[in-house]
């Protein structure tokens, strides 16, 4: 993206650029507003009207159903004067991190306090050949390295659930159609301490944002 008249020139991710270049193409074209934020970070804002269906599809409802235990159940229902029709079921579960995270904290633990016992432990997790060279600070880089992956794995899923959202969306809209996204979100209060609650969260304002889009 570059805006050189405000030295501006930042790399986009290659699935931004791809999104973007998509959204540019779409009729009526989506206008882009660029903010700079008061951390000093750059936020790109789309807006774009549409018209309401009128074509072979008369209404499609996207429903979706959020579980703190596996995820999110996306039910499609396509309404026309042949009466509702269930057009797509699919379940999405995120990523299990339960083996990372235990792998994460054992070697966090050598790294803080290295011991023979956090050494055999280690033992059951990774190569031999690599946990007998272990050092504090080769084990405090894995750490590090594990928790990057699992938020890496994160963003995926959001990625994959936004998508898919949309693509259902925009696949309605070429017929004509009009829809209604239904989303069930779990009461905060039960989703509080869970493994999936940040990962679930995000997804959940992420498809706040693409239905206001």
Same mark, same amino acid.
């Given at each position: 993206? /570059? ?15 791809? @999104? ?9 074209r ?5 903010? #700079? ?81 956090? /050494? ?10 690599? #946990?007998?060279?272990?050092?504090p ?24 659930? @936004?998508?898919?959202v ?8 070429? /017929? ?22 940040? @990962? ?14």
């Open positions: 993206m /570059r805006i050189p008249s405000y030295r501006i020139y930042i790399s986009l991710p290659t699935s931004l650029a791809k @999104t973007l270049i998509e959204e540019n193409g779409l009729e009526l989506p206008d882009f507003v660029l903010q #700079v934020t008061s951390s000093g970070k750059l936020r790109l804002i789309a807006r774009r009207s549409q018209s309401c269906g009128s074509g072979e599809l008369p209404l499609r409802i996207i429903a979706v159903d959020e579980n703190s235990r596996y995820g999110f159940t996306i039910a499609v229902f396509n309404f026309s004067d042949c009466g509702c029709k269930l057009a797509w079921f699919e379940k999405l579960r995120p990523p299990n991190h339960g083996y990372r995270r235990q792998l994460a904290a054992l070697l966090q633990g050598f790294a803080d306090a290295p011991s023979e016992e956090k /050494r055999t432990q280690l033992y059951q997790l990774l190569p031999e050949e690599l #946990v007998k060279a272990l050092t600070e080769r084990a405090r880089e894995l750490a590090r390295q594990t928790r990057r992956k699992e938020r890496r794995l994160n963003d995926a899923f959001v990625q994959r659930f @936004t998508a898919l949309r693509k259902l969306v925009r696949e309605a809209r070429s /017929r004509g159609a009009s829809v209604i996204v239904l989303a069930d979100p779990i009461d905060n209060e039960t989703l509080r301490g869970t493994g999936l609650q940040g @990962t679930l969260l995000r997804a959940r304002r992420a498809l706040e944002n693409l239905c206001r889009y």
